[in-house]
């Protein structure tokens, strides 16, 4: 799929803004703080109902003004279609000009893959970042799974209040069986959606990754980590913790503090590995990303890199072109780079973007 335009009204720094985009590649540039990362952000908007960098949507209305509008025009394989996002004190999504009545709707009619530098963080820091990289992955190839996370957090949030109410009011404990069997059923999907995800991760990372390093030599693997099975395991380990959760006023296990790990010679990257080869892991990672969105779409989602080519050193660039022919995409820099013939060139300044 590819997006044709772009519309920004009183966007971050822009005013009025229209960006008509190539099929293949885009390169964006200027220097720092010029409005680049806005663009890359408006697209977000439109995929995923919402930014990934601010906290709250008013954020992104221009300063001074009341209210901000984007507008993606995209093509796919079998439609077009539009995807309008309106924010003042509310935030509103149209879909082909239909008023959407939950945000969660428009999730997966654009399908992104994004790079930025912070990607490394998946690997490095804790497995927040890991769960959330997995869980924006399946929420926009199946819309059922957003849902199931939102009530799992629902459930959780209404068990941890009643475990402080219960050290603090002394309520009754076997209140909580009713959310402990919810949790579990819960828990159950999301732990079969995401393994099922990170087995197809597993079928491509050593095909991916010898075609980064170039060899064949180190074996690399990724391990979905939770320390349940099956829906009775998920509630017995419930049963088991709650003498503890009454006492910390939280719940200490379920799908909220699984984890994966990447291990490169059968030793965990995070820990072992070196600079090089967390890199050349996060790369990999994000390159099986794409490998199962475009089979699941059977179509090639358009890729976003922030500022990410200046990361890749001359091996990896390489290596990550050769994987990314076919798909649009729509590169941010702050030093013109010249790709092939098919490429854009836009220039941006103070909130203007201009092809050049
Ligand atoms: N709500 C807003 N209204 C007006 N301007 C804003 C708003 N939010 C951010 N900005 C401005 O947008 C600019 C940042 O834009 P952006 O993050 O796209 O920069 P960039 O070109 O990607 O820079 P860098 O190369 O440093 O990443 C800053 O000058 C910031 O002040
Ligand atoms: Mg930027």
Same mark, same amino acid.
């Given at each position: 799929?590819?997006?044709?335009?772009i519309?920004?009204?009183?966007?971050r720094?822009? #005013?009025?803004?229209?960006?008509?985009?190539?099929?293949?590649?885009?390169?964006?540039?200027?220097?720092?703080?010029?409005?680049?990362?806005?663009?890359i952000?408006?697209?977000?908007?439109?995929?995923?109902?919402?930014?990934?960098r601010?906290?709250?949507?008013?954020?992104?209305?221009?300063?001074?003004?009341?209210?901000?509008?984007?507008?993606?025009?995209?093509?796919?394989i079998?439609?077009?279609?539009?995807?309008?996002?309106?924010?003042?004190?509310?935030?509103?999504?149209?879909?082909?000009?239909?008023?959407?009545?939950?945000?969660?709707?428009i999730?997966?009619?654009?399908?992104?893959?994004?790079?930025?530098?912070d990607?490394?963080?998946?690997?490095?820091d804790g497995?927040?970042?890991?769960?959330?990289?997995?869980?924006m992955?399946?929420?926009?190839?199946?819309?059922?799974?957003?849902?199931?996370?939102?009530?799992?957090?629902?459930?959780?949030e209404?068990?941890?209040?009643?475990?402080?109410?219960?050290?603090?009011?002394?309520?009754?404990?076997?209140?909580? #069986?009713?959310?402990?069997?919810?949790?579990?059923?819960?828990s159950?999907?999301?732990?079969?959606?995401?393994?099922y995800?990170?087995?197809?991760?597993s079928?491509?990372?050593?095909?991916?990754?010898?075609?980064?390093?170039?060899?064949?030599?180190?074996?690399?693997?990724?391990?979905?980590?939770?320390?349940?099975?099956?829906?009775?395991?998920?509630?017995?380990?419930?049963?088991?913790?709650?003498?503890?959760?009454?006492?910390?006023?939280?719940?200490?296990?379920?799908?909220?503090?699984?984890?994966?790990?990447?291990?490169?010679?059968?030793?965990?990257?995070?820990?072992?590995?070196?600079?090089?080869q967390?890199?050349?892991?996060?790369?990999?990672?994000?390159?099986?990303?794409?490998?199962?969105?475009?089979?699941?779409?059977?179509?090639?989602?358009?890729?976003?890199l922030d #500022?990410y080519?200046?990361?890749? #050193?001359?091996?990896?660039?390489t290596?990550?072109?050769?994987?990314i022919?076919?798909?649009?995409?729509?590169?941010?820099?702050?030093?013109?780079?010249?790709?092939e013939?098919?490429?854009?060139?836009?220039?941006?300044?103070?909130?203007?973007?201009?092809?050049v």
């Open positions: 799929m590819h997006i044709k335009n519309l920004l009204e009183n966007f720094n822009y #005013d009025n803004q229209e960006i008509e985009l190539n099929e293949n590649i885009n390169i964006i540039y200027g220097n720092n703080a010029q409005g680049k990362t806005n663009i952000e408006s697209v977000f908007l439109c995929a995923y109902g919402k930014s990934f601010a906290k709250k949507d008013q954020e992104l209305i221009k300063f001074d003004k009341e209210n901000c509008k984007v507008e993606v025009s995209y093509s796919k079998d439609r077009e279609g539009t995807i309008k996002a309106e924010i003042r004190d509310k935030k509103t999504f149209f879909a082909n000009g239909v008023k959407q009545n939950k945000i969660s709707d999730i997966g009619k654009i399908n992104i893959v994004i790079f930025t530098p990607d490394i963080e998946i690997i490095k497995p927040q970042k890991r769960r959330r990289f997995l869980d992955m399946i929420s926009s190839l199946r819309p059922n799974y957003l849902h199931l996370l939102n009530s799992y957090n629902k459930i959780l209404q068990r941890n209040n009643y475990l402080r109410q219960i050290k603090l009011e002394n309520k009754n404990p076997s209140m909580l #069986d009713i959310w402990d069997e919810q949790l579990s059923e819960y159950f999907k999301i732990f079969e959606y995401r393994k995800f990170v087995d197809k991760i079928n491509s990372i050593e095909d991916i990754h010898s075609l980064i390093t170039k060899s064949g030599k180190e074996g690399i693997k990724i391990k979905y980590i939770s320390n349940s099975k099956n829906k009775e395991s998920f509630l017995e380990n419930l049963k088991k913790s709650r003498t503890v959760d009454i006492k910390k006023g939280f719940t200490a296990t379920g799908v909220h503090r699984d984890d994966f790990m990447i291990y490169i010679n059968s030793r965990p990257v995070s820990i072992f590995g070196s600079q090089g967390q890199r050349t892991a996060i790369l990999t990672l994000k390159l099986c990303e794409l490998k199962i969105v475009k089979e699941e779409i059977g179509d090639t989602p358009i890729l976003l #500022d080519m200046s990361e890749l #050193d001359e091996n990896r660039r290596s990550f072109l050769e994987n022919k076919g798909n649009q995409v729509i590169i941010t820099c702050t030093d013109r780079i010249d790709l013939n098919e490429s854009s060139i836009y220039y941006v300044e103070n909130g203007i973007c201009k092809k």
